[in-house]
């Protein structure tokens, strides 16, 4: 081993390996969590005036230094308790937006009237859809009313998310809908269409079935 620098029958000695401890090195052993903590900066808050509401403490201000205590009280006082009504007002929003029911069953606009046209009559259900700019009727109850067409429109759905559908062609109709009871008649103008949506079932029995019936809805 001469060419090492070490000549040949000299004794040398290695240096000892340390046993690796893994329960006194536990604490310095670096994992996510440490370098998380290591990494985020502490907030520090910077003043704020209570008088003019600048970036510098209160008694820094010259024109404060003027006013008399009860000046002095007044106007910390109107600050505070305008911060606490803040405070106050952000945490009742949360709690309005925790009590939103979730619940997937919804009770949508329907009711029942009667479809008159000449001797014929017909009870028909009626969706009433407040977000469509157009009343519509199924294209075989028009035909089985034998309602006359008065004219056809083209139209281009806009629907929910920005999507239009193709431009399609609708037959026009005036039909006239009767209350069940026969207190009211109405006549309006509808367009026809194969399909207007899927089946939309009744609403179940339950409490709210009385008070409707006590507000005369049913």
């Known amino acids: 081993m001469s060419g090492f620098g070490v000549t040949k029958g000299e004794d040398v000695k290695m240096p000892k390996k340390k046993k690796y401890n893994l329960q006194t090195q536990r604490g310095k052993i670096p994992s996510a969590s440490m370098l998380l903590a ?9 003043p704020k005036c209570v008088f003019c509401e600048g970036k510098h403490v ?3 201000v010259f024109n404060a230094q003027k006013l008399t205590l009860a000046e002095k009280q007044r106007i910390v006082l109107k600050n505070t308790n305008q911060k606490k009504e803040e405070d106050e007002s952000s945490s009742g929003n949360d709690v309005n937006q925790s009590n939103v029911n979730t619940h997937p069953k919804v009770f ?3 009711f029942k009237a009667k479809l008159l046209s ?3 009559e017909k009870t028909v259900r009626v969706l ?3 977000g469509s700019q157009k009343s519509y009727i199924l294209k075989n109850i028009a035909e089985d ?3 006359p067409v008065s004219r056809q429109e083209t139209i281009k759905h806009s629907l929910f998310g920005g999507v239009f559908t193709k431009e399609s062609k609708h037959n026009c109709y005036r039909i006239k809908l009767n209350q069940l009871n026969g207190n009211f008649t ?6 026809d269409k194969a399909v207007k949506c899927e089946n939309v079932l009744p609403v179940r029995e339950g409490r709210w079935m009385d008070e ?3 507000l005369g809805v049913i």
């Open 145 to 147: 009313m034998k309602y």
């Open 108 to 110: 949508l606009h329907t």
């Open 212 to 214: 409707l019936k006590d």
């Open 38 to 46: 290591s990494s985020k900066a502490p907030e520090i808050k910077k």
């Open 128 to 130: 009433s859809d407040t």
């Open 118 to 120: 000449g001797d014929k």
């Open 58 to 60: 209160s008694s820094d």
């Open 186 to 191: 109405c006549n309006f103008e509808v367009l």
